[in-house]
């Protein structure tokens, strides 16, 4: 367990441009011994931020997986394709069947082009007509 108040990791992360204690909150928990202690508490960003820094053969194994699902997002970014394709493995992996699979993606593409048309009706009501200004035409 890393401790946060470690004076060399601590050093290092400022180095780094981390702020470890503008990230971290502290939140009290019931201990087996029934008292309430204020324990250190960190978003999920956070954490894995402190993994990278961690220099040891211990985190290896979580660095790797961060590399990986990172370059994955990056392929994702180039090929959309890739990520439904991910979307829909995760249901199947979860027990889900085909066909539920099948049905649910195509509610996604449907609510999907639901709210760009709504933002395109917005975006076209808030737009400025040649002539108009603050609401008064000319």
């Known amino acids: 367990m890393v401790e946060a108040g470690t004076g060399h990791f601590e050093k290092k992360l ?66 959309p394709e890739k990520a439904i394709d991910r979307a829909m493995q995760t249901y199947l992996r979860k027990g889900y069947s085909p066909e539920w699979v099948n049905q649910r993606m195509r509610a996604i593409e449907v609510r999907k082009e639901k709210y760009e048309k709504r933002d395109q009706d917005i975006s076209g009501q808030n737009q400025i007509r040649p002539g108009e200004y603050a609401g008064r035409a000319r």
Do not use: H, M
């Not at 954490?47 to 997002?73: C, D, F, H, M, T």
């Open 14 to 79: 400022k180095l780094e441009g981390f702020e470890l204690y503008d990230n971290i909150v502290q939140l009290k928990f019931l201990a087996n011994d029934g008292k309430k202690y204020a324990t250190d508490c960190a978003d999920v960003e956070t954490v894995l931020r402190l993994v990278q820094s961690i220099p040891s053969p211990n985190a290896e194994p979580v660095k790797q997986w961060l590399a990986r699902v990172g370059y994955e997002r990056i392929e994702e970014t180039r090929d």
